[in-house]
């Protein structure tokens, strides 16, 4: 933009130079260059093919057989336009070449060449022009989710080619046209609207008309025993599967469902000027799903019990599901109609569905507090990977997709929206939104990168969007937040902020965020414009002494901010509920920095709060740290004596609140930190006579969570009470998962490690979340003395974990595994395990250092304390 440099010196916004360094390889591969066979999909393998193929499309056909175990026998055809003939294509199947059973290229057969997880073909075989591949092979079973009587595909980011040959890059988009055999009374859904379908000899043949243009892992279906509810709205007809038993949630929950998507999409069209852009909007519900939810193109997939909530629901549980519901419609905008190049950039997807889902909660349900929700979600998820040594950027490096799993995590989920809304504040709302909708109308239906938004973005503002984006986008970590204030005769003569890394760097980030100055009778709020390392606030000059200063009072700020001890005794009565989750928030990471506050003063400060929070939100926020110091960062002896105590107050402020969700989430953390006979006996008269206390309503999942409460504790007779709660549960799909559970939450030690033993195979880790469930009771803190020795093996087995598990499970399985452990032996398995393996993958080496620092962390302090 001409003449930008004067309009930046204008504003103030110059900051530090320095290079964007957010293009990777180049877009295509020279014609005729080399491209060799290797394992996964290499970038140059995808540059090479952008440069030489177009107009893909795909024919299918799977019949799934009624028995689990059975093959899945199928057969495509491949249609395609060839730039040039000169090389070999290479078509990407995971599987053992014995799945290959036919290839036809062009009309006629070829000897079948699979290497390296590729179908290889030669170029003899090839034609400049249109050509036409047709394949007879046995599916892949990896990731077609397959149970005794459903099953469902999650293709993200690579698994497609563990089913099926294709062309698995984001950057190849094309059509498919899906025909799908399926037992007779199995129901099916799949991107595109059905044709027609045919009954035959026991089966059901689905056929579906031609998709509209989607990469590789947007390609979904799901089938079984599902049940079918549609409904109309805006001349659309909305179809949804689902194997919800429960007739209370089914009658809570239905109506809201169906609501929350409608208005996603009626926003969604709105923001972005673009009506629906797909053929059909359907969803479905799957059970024990690995993620929340997942945005195939016309067949979003969702976790069921996010979906399905009883009358006993807390707000934040509302809320959650609208974010998510509003989270996979912006999807089909943001990642589906314009899709990410190459999985480096997933993060502008995932963000921008986080962005916009944020901003339909607001407008979906306005009596929440939207900037609260915004603070409670994002800060402490966020800050949870970017106070560690393994943390990583929001854009990070991707040589090869079989490693674009460990892309996935809270600094894409959780700071980015961070990010995301300190742009839009930067650039105005207005100017923001009309970036976005140029964005999204060049890139339809094709790719783009984050240069390419940026560059869109960077012409409509005269802020240097070139240098922001380095530190906040390329870079990782955080910045660490002091100031000084000098007063002279009451009043205040200078107040100034300084930033600097956390590591000790002198980065700094430019953002937006407001403090306040805190007197007896009122407060008064200040607005910084962080655009260097150091900045003197002009406007406080003048201004009385107060009684402290609270920084980040909107909750958009982000770092390690100050806190001081007078806000202690203050905090309760500030009357903005986002100025007291900021400050719970800070307390909490300066604590783990061990500065300012111990974990025993936060402690006893959150527990004269208890009956002092009155917001739901809030509430939620200081009981989940409460646990969390209360087992990871007391010393047991300390924890084994403030228990009976802990637990009276708990109960007490349980009784004394007035809001019924403020009095569950209370229960839930009195159950949590139950240790005395006397609350154990407590909770089992309330899960045995199933009779909530006064003024809470408990449903059948809070009760199971009750009887596994009291298992996880030895519990007299814990094996009938397990035994008696599945015995109550009347949804199959839930039963199975306690059955699957009983093991890890037996009593008996050679149990136990038989069954940690079991999850060396792969097969019995096919339900990821039936298995991370399992962890967090096998590693439960009051088992860890018998579960520490599993913590090595566990970190044996995640390579392979990475490979045979879907995105989120190689984190979740070491969260769930090292969540708990506060010991020296913990923290020196992990350091030891690192020592041994300098080599090891980087990504995989910082998820470690991610879900290991919290025992880093808890070995210090616990030390710190005896």
Not at 5 to 25: E, N, Q, T, W, Y
Not at 209 to 217: A, G, K, N, R, V
Not at 567 to 593: D, F, H
Not at 737 to 743: G, H, S, T
Request: glycine residues 6%; aromatic residues 10%; charged residues 20%.
């Amino acid at each position: 933009m001409k003449n930008k440099h004067l309009l930046r010196l204008k504003k103030g916004l110059v900051f530090a130079s320095c290079a964007l360094a957010v293009s990777c390889a180049p877009r295509v591969s020279p014609s005729g260059s080399s491209v060799p066979v290797a394992p996964g999909v290499s970038k140059a393998l995808a540059d090479h093919r952008i440069s030489q193929l177009s107009k893909i499309a795909y024919d299918l056909h799977l019949t799934i057989p009624a028995k689990k175990e059975a093959p899945v026998q199928a057969a495509e055809v491949v249609t395609f336009h060839l730039k040039d003939k000169s090389q070999p294509l290479q078509l990407d199947f995971k599987e053992t070449p014995d799945h290959l059973r036919h290839v036809r290229v062009n009309g006629k057969a070829i000897p079948v060449q699979h290497t390296q997880e590729h179908l290889v073909i030669g170029p003899q075989h090839l034609r400049k022009g249109d050509n036409k591949v047709e394949i007879e092979f046995t599916a892949g079973n990896l990731s077609l989710n397959r149970h005794e009587d459903f099953l469902y595909t999650l293709l993200v980011p690579d698994r497609a080619r563990t089913v099926f040959p294709c062309f698995d890059q984001p950057s190849l988009k094309a059509t498919f046209k899906l025909t799908l055999s399926v037992p007779q009374d199995w129901k099916a859904l799949a991107n595109a609207p059905l044709q027609d379908s045919v009954l035959n000899a026991g089966q059901k043949t689905y056929h579906y008309q031609t998709s509209d243009l989607i990469p590789t892992y947007l390609f979904s279906f799901a089938a079984g025993t599902f049940d079918h509810v549609a409904q109309m709205s805006n001349n659309r007809t909305m179809h949804f599967l689902h194997r919800e038993t429960d007739k209370e949630k089914l009658e809570q929950s239905l109506t809201p469902i169906f609501q929350i998507h409608r208005d996603a999409l009626q926003f969604m069209e709105q923001y972005t000027g673009i009506t629906y852009p797909f053929q059909k909007f359907d969803f479905v519900s799957i059970p024990d799903f690995q993620y929340g939810g997942m945005e195939h193109v016309g067949a979003i997939q969702y976790k069921a019990s996010t979906l399905f909530l009883d009358e006993g629901a807390t707000q934040d549980q509302k809320i959650s599901r609208s974010s998510l519901i509003s989270h996979e419609t912006a999807h089909m905008w943001f990642g589906d109609l314009v899709t990410m190049e190459w999985f480096n950039d997933v993060w502008m997807k995932e963000v921008f569905a986080n962005f916009m889902a944020d901003k339909i909660t607001q407008v979906a349900m306005p009596t929440s507090n939207y900037d609260l929700k915004f603070v409670v979600d994002h800060l402490p998820a966020a800050y949870g990977v970017d106070r560690t040594a393994g943390a990583n950027p929001i854009r990070q490096q991707l040589d090869n997709l079989q490693d674009a799993g460990s892309m996935y995590g809270n600094i894409i989920y959780h700071k980015a929206p961070v990010m995301m809304r300190q742009l839009e504040r930067l650039m105005g709302e207005e100017a923001f939104q009309k970036g976005l909708q140029q964005y999204l109308k060049k890139y339809a239906y094709g790719n783009a990168t984050w240069p390419d938004l940026i560059q869109i973005l960077d012409d409509l503002t005269p802020a240097d969007l070139q240098a922001w984006n380095q530190v906040w986008v390329n870079e990782p970590g955080r910045p660490q937040f002091d100031y000084s204030l000098q007063t002279q005769g009451n009043k205040i003569s200078s107040l100034t902020i300084r930033q600097k890394g956390e590591d000790g760097s002198n980065r700094f980030w430019p953002q937006f965020f407001e403090i306040a100055l805190i007197y007896p009778d009122r407060i008064q709020e200040l607005t910084v414009n962080m655009n260097q390392a150091e900045v003197t606030l002009k406007e406080a000059v003048g201004k009385d002494k107060p009684l402290f200063v609270l920084f980040d009072v909107t909750g958009q700020g982000y770092g390690v901010f100050p806190v001081d001890g007078q806000m202690l005794g203050g905090l309760y009565g500030l009357k903005n509920p986002v100025a007291r989750a900021s400050a719970y928030i800070n307390l909490y990471e300066n604590m783990q920095n061990g500065r300012g506050v111990t974990p025993q003063q936060l402690l006893d400060f959150y527990r004269g709060g208890l009956s002092k929070e009155p917001e739901e939100l809030n509430v939620k926020l200081i009981t989940g740290q409460l646990s969390d110091i209360f087992w990871r960062f007391l010393p047991t002896a300390q924890r084994l004596a403030l228990a009976p105590q802990l637990e009276q107050e708990l109960w007490t402020a349980m009784e004394k609140a007035t809001a019924a969700n403020v009095k569950k989430l209370l229960f839930k953390t009195y159950q949590s930190i139950a240790l005395s006979s006397a609350a154990q006996n407590r909770l089992y008269h309330i899960w045995d006579k199933e009779q909530a206390p006064t003024g809470i309503k408990l449903s059948e999942d809070d009760y199971t969570s009750l009887a596994l409460a009291l298992a996880v504790r030895d519990y007299q007779n814990s094996p009938q009470i397990l035994a008696r709660q599945i015995a109550r549960t009347p949804n199959p799909d839930r039963k199975k998962r306690l059955q699957f559970m009983l093991p890890a939450l037996s009593g008996d030690v050679k149990e136990r490690d038989a069954f940690f033993a079991s999850l060396k195979k792969e097969e019995n880790r096919e339900v990821e979340s039936w298995v991370l469930a399992a962890l967090n009771y096998l590693h439960h803190p009051l088992r860890a003395a018998t579960s520490e020795k599993y913590l090595k093996e566990s970190l044996d087995l995640l390579e392979e974990i990475q490979l045979t598990g879907d995105i989120f499970f190689p984190v979740s399985w070491l969260s769930a595994t090292f969540g708990s452990y506060q010991t020296a032996g913990a923290a020196n398995t992990v350091r030891t395990f690192l020592q041994a393996h300098p080599d090891y993958n980087p990504k995989l080496k910082g998820k470690i250092l991610q879900a290991a620092d919290g025992v880093f962390r808890a070995e210090k302090l616990v030390q710190s304390m005896k």
